[in-house]
């Protein structure tokens, strides 16, 4: 199969920051004072998902009344006392991003997550520079699954979806890489995705360093 890959586009939370499971426990936690039990479970159902997406969930599916705000401002406050020590970054991430930067791929972020917070995880966890840009949740106007944070982050970096391959943790991030007719490739972290979702990736892997041999393989064709 001859494709020609020029952008990286990378999701964030479980992904490159291994912070799904800090994130989970902080949403039990807020849930539990707020309550609502039993939100570690929930958040299988909205990972990749942006805030603006969760909320609509949240109203839906939990409660028409339930406290978006103070949900979420609870949770920041959880994450970040059970993060004192810092979010450490996913097996491999680094290796690859170095990789990719000496190789000449664009690198971009594109993740549900707001961007203050993605800007100070990702100076933290000292890969912030390897990127030439980031889209964030709060950028754009509908969340994962559909394709708009992936079509931004190609056109922040000047390259045409076709050569973009999206490294993603989330069926909704598999989801919307695949509808933005990227090259998604699927590296999971919480949940094993189903049969449907696996389908849509042009590859699985365990790891981020998995990446590398397949980025030397396509150079190759």
């Known amino acids: ?10 999701d964030m939370d479980g992904l490159l920051i291994d912070s799904e499971r800090i994130v ?15 939100m570690s479970q929930v958040i299988y159902n909205l ?4 805030r603006a997406g969760r909320d609509i969930y949240f109203r839906e599916h939990l409660d028409p009344e339930f406290p978006c705000d103070k949900f979420a401002e609870l949770a920041s406050s959880k994450f970040y006392e059970i993060a004192q020590g810092g979010v450490p970054i996913k097996d491999g991430a680094r290796e690859l991003l170095q990789y990719a930067r000496s190789r000449g791929y664009k690198l971009a972020v594109a993740t549900s997550s707001r961007r203050a917070y993605a800007d100070k995880v990702l100076a933290e ?3 912030l520079q390897y990127f030439d840009g980031i889209v964030s949740g709060d950028m754009v106007q509908h969340s994962k699954p559909d394709p708009e944070i992936y079509l931004k982050a190609a ?4 390259t045409l979806p076709e050569c973009c391959m999206a490294l ?6 598999i989801r919307a890489a695949h509808a933005a007719g990227m090259i998604p490739v699927l590296i999971p972290d919480l949940l094993e995705p189903p049969v449907e979702i696996a389908e849509l990736a ?10 590398i041999p397949l980025l030397e393989s396509l150079e190759q064709n």
Do not use: C, H, T
């Open 125 to 127: 966890s000292e890969i």
């Open 47 to 50: 990972l990749g998902v942006n």
């Open 202 to 211: 042009f590859r699985k892997y365990k790891s981020l360093r998995e990446v």
């Open 1 to 10: 199969m001859s494709m020609r890959v020029e952008a990286l586009l990378f």
């Open 24 to 38: 989970q426990k902080s949403w039990e936690l807020a849930g539990r004072e707020l309550g609502y039990p039993g």
């Open 155 to 158: 056109a922040l970096v000047g």
């Open 168 to 173: 993603e943790d989330a069926p909704a991030g």
